[in-house]
């Protein structure tokens, strides 16, 4: 049982950081979405 929850904690900080990566990339990718926006306005 022991064995278990050590790889279930392992698999839990795996995809904790998955998902801080992932959205550090959405968010990357909203601050891109928002200049090319701007820009895009800025020209017409």
Known sequence: MQTTVT?????IVELTRRLEEQQGDLEAARSANRDLTRALNQRV
């Open 7 to 11: 790889r279930l904690e392992q698999h």
